[in-house]
């Protein structure tokens, strides 16, 4: 077990239930793990050389859903997928999930979060969180959850959370690209892009 970890968090689709207007199908939330920060700052140089490869400013940003052309989505994934990592990712079918009555709605980012860490918790310790940022009440509302759910026990689960602008973050923006081609193999049935990176793959779980 490391003594510490790095730990990206992004997410695809969306947290609504009205998909008779503008609601997706489906919600997936990922978590990409570094063991060490050298692994880390390996992968955070790669997407550098992506950019070069692919002739791109040094400022790009990488998403997945905007901006990235299909040749530059093969590459980063492709180039990424030798680095040091590995992912974790909760797939929600919505449309399952509101005919079981029981499972809470009202927040389902929270929802999937608590499976995600629930389920990676005996391979989590003293890990700092990055996630992208949102507005500062969900930013709290989410830093008190995860310390109160998930710090329960002798040893600390999470150390630090902290929120940043994917823009400026190299590693929040391989979260994406790996959370865009989990949700692109659900939403389109398309998994050109997931097999590239499943390599990567520690659990990808769809409970709904």
Request: proline content about 1%; charged content about 30%; hydrophobic content about 40%.
């Amino acid at each position: 077990m490391p003594v510490a970890m790095l730990i990206f968090m992004d997410e695809s689709g969306d947290t609504g239930f009205k998909f008779d207007k503008v609601s997706s199908q489906y919600f997936v939330l990922v978590m990409v793990t570094f063991d060490s920060l050298e692994a880390a700052e390996k992968a955070n140089e790669a997407v550098k050389e992506v950019r070069k490869e692919l002739k791109r400013s040094e400022s790009l940003e990488f998403k997945f859903s905007t901006g990235t052309n299909n040749k530059a989505k093969a590459t980063f994934l492709r180039k990424l997928s030798r680095q040091d990592f590995h992912y974790r990712a909760v797939v929600i079918d919505k449309k399952i999930l509101m005919k079981r009555e029981s499972n809470p709605i009202d927040s389902l980012y929270m929802l999937v979060a608590d499976q995600l860490f629930l389920r990676a918790q005996s391979h989590i310790k003293n890990a700092s969180v990055f996630v992208d940022h949102i507005t500062k009440s969900f930013v709290q509302d989410f830093n008190k959850y995860l310390r109160r759910r998930l710090n329960t026990d002798m040893e600390k689960l999470i150390g630090e959370i902290k929120h940043r602008d994917s823009k400026g973050n190299n590693l929040l923006q391989l979260a994406d690209m790996v959370c865009g081609a989990i949700y692109r193999k659900y939403n389109r049935s398309d998994d050109t892009y997931y097999k590239i990176i499943k390599k990567r793959e520690e659990d990808l779980w769809k409970p709904y």
